[in-house]
């Protein structure tokens, strides 16, 4: 059964920094892609970066330049380092990771609130 485990959340002052870290297990097949989303109070679940197998990455405009995604795929994990960090970046962050188109797993969520 694939576990993927987060750590990293906090609290921190605006301009700060966090690195989220995301560790799957369970599973002997190749990771595809690594995502982390965010879900803010009130909101839908957002994608914040995504990296492929080959390393490619993608961000939305609003975390591009801030945030950083990269992946260790000895040890089946996915980083993602924020900094500059905004209040509106406050939110629940999850973890993705797809093996195969239609078999994904969701961490567990990890807190992040940016607030002074």
């Known amino acids: 059964q694939v576990q993927l485990v987060e750590s990293g959340g906090g609290l921190v002052q605006p301009g700060g920094s966090l690195r989220l870290s995301c560790a799957a297990s369970?599973?002997?097949?190749?990771?595809?892609?690594m995502a982390w989303y965010r879900q803010a109070p009130g909101s839908q679940r957002e994608l914040v970066a995504i990296?492929?197998?080959?390393?490619?990455?993608n961000y939305p405009n609003s975390v591009r330049g801030r945030f950083t995604i990269s992946r260790d795929n000895a040890k089946n994990t996915v980083y993602l380092q924020m900094n500059s960090l905004k209040p509106e970046d406050t939110a629940v962050y999850y973890c993705?990771?797809?093996?195969?188109?239609?078999?994904?797993?969701w961490g567990q969520g990890t807190q992040v609130t940016v607030s002074s």
């Open positions: 993705n990771v797809a093996y195969l188109p239609g078999l994904s797993y």
């Open positions: 369970g599973s002997t097949r190749p990771i595809q892609t």
């Open positions: 990296i492929t197998s080959g390393g490619v990455t």
